[in-house]
């Protein structure tokens, strides 16, 4: 399923939360699937702020994903 189908099916669930109710199963597909959205999120966001370059005052660029970042093995 790709985020962008997730997100639909995430909307679809809210409303019928809000028209009607949601049975359990539906209540534990809207769990998990908001789980796996918050964390593609995150993963995007981290990427981002893993490129970030600083320049210091001393012209040295440091970047924040190495310096800070979780590294990869």
Known sequence: MTLEEKITRIN?????SQA???TDEERREQK????EYV???RANLRGQLNAID??????????????FGRKLS
Request: contains cysteine; charged residues 30%; neutral net charge.
């Open 12 to 16: 679809a669930l809210y409303r019928k």
């Open 20 to 22: 009607e109710g949601l």
């Open 32 to 35: 998990i699937l908001r789980e």
């Open 39 to 41: 964390a593609n999120i």
């Open 54 to 67: 600083v320049c210091n005052a001393d012209g040295t660029v440091t970047n924040l994903g190495e310096k």
